[in-house]
């Protein structure tokens, strides 16, 4: 099972919106569209925060039999946080200042879903020309763009 997220933000307001893409082993990718990307709206966050966020929520909706998951993302404190995790860990999520980390309970939620899953993270470049997109690219393309257009929308609600 392939995973695509990725997320929108608001600085001004704190706020963004998610949205994420399962598609299933061996679906076509021509049959995928738009219509199936969730999104959720985030509120007091931050960008890294909300990428997390966004994550931990698609994983909390995936189906509980499914253990072998492939999440594609351009956030690269997600990418980095497999290597962070001893490190984390034996700081017990404490900076050098002696605060707990912003994100320390994100953090443990992610390597919780770690630990219960096969989980690799795939590094996704994003806004790649039409031309340059391989099946992977188009997807994430779809789920960025509805992303920011559930941003757009809110944000013409809200003034």
């Known amino acids: 099972m392939r995973v695509f997220t990725d997320a929108s933000m608001c600085p001004k307001t704190a706020s963004g919106v998610g ?15 738009e219509s199936r990307v969730q999104r959720k709206e985030f509120n007091n966050t931050r960008s890294t925060r909300l990428e997390l966020q966004t ?18 993302t351009d956030c690269q404190n997600i990418l980095n946080l497999p290597g962070r995790r001893d ?10 200042n002696n605060r707990q980390l912003t994100n320390a309970d994100l953090y443990q939620q992610f390597y919780q879903y770690m630990d219960q899953l096969e989980c690799t993270i ?38």
């Open 19 to 33: 949205a994420y893409l399962i598609v299933y082993e061996n679906e076509p990718v021509g049959l995928v569209d």
């Open 55 to 72: 994550l931990l929520w698609a994983l909390s909706d995936l189906d509980c039999s499914i253990r072998k998951i492939e999440v594609f």
């Open 87 to 96: 490190r984390l860990e034996a700081s017990n999520y404490i900076a050098k």
């Open 122 to 159: 795939t590094k996704v470049k994003g806004h790649k020309s039409a031309a340059q997109r391989n099946d992977n690219d188009r997807l994430f393309a779809m789920v960025d763009k509805a992303a920011r257009k559930a941003l757009r929308a809110r944000k013409v609600r809200v003034q």
